[in-house]
């Protein structure tokens, strides 16, 4: 046993000396060469601003536009690393906001899967998901997606998610 705490001490005098000599201010060649370091430039993009997706377009808009009643919509608002997910859902309707605060990614997120039919004149490019879903739209950092489950013919869901998806476009913050 009192070789044990022999061997502690000594140990710990070595350390303390250790310590004590690194805090020593010898000049030795490593000491005189400086090191210039600039700190890295920040390549994150500037974090989105949370914004209620069920303020783009009221509950009486949606019911004037599907031309019946509709549950009332609640927001949610998530974020997977750089992107948020902002979501006004309903029983009836569905819209999906992806911000990806950068054009070029949301392009390539949305350009990913592109096997569904176009539309025309919709954000910068749109396309009819049916049957899985009925609208997406890619507008400039912004891919919104608007679905119905209103039992409206197929014709009838396009065209009223193609409105829904013009009214939320109109509304969406700079």
């Not at 948020?84 to 070029?104: F, K, P, Q, R, T």
């Amino acid at each position: 046993m009192i070789i044990l705490r022999y061997q502690i001490s000594i140990v710990i005098g070595l350390l303390l000396s250790l310590i004590a000599g690194c805090s020593d201010e010898q000049t030795s060649p490593v000491a005189q060469n400086q090191i210039s370091v600039t700190p890295p430039v920040n390549t994150q993009q500037p974090v989105q601003q949370a914004f209620d997706p069920c303020a783009l377009i009221s509950h009486t808009n949606m019911e004037e536009i599907v031309g019946t009643s509709v549950t009332t919509p609640s927001a949610s608002v998530d974020r997977l690393g750089n992107v948020m997910y902002l979501n006004c859902s309903s029983d009836d309707i569905h819209i999906n906001i992806e911000s990806w605060g950068d054009a070029s990614k949301a392009a390539a997120s949305y350009d990913f899967s592109s096997k569904h039919p176009s539309i025309e004149g919709l954000g910068d490019k749109a396309r009819n998901t049916q049957p899985l879903g009925e609208v997406d739209v890619l507008y400039g950092s912004y891919i919104i997606s608007v679905d119905l489950f209103l039992g409206l013919n197929r014709k009838d869901e396009l065209d009223a998610a193609q409105e829904i998806a013009r009214v939320v476009l109109e509304n969406l913050p700079d």
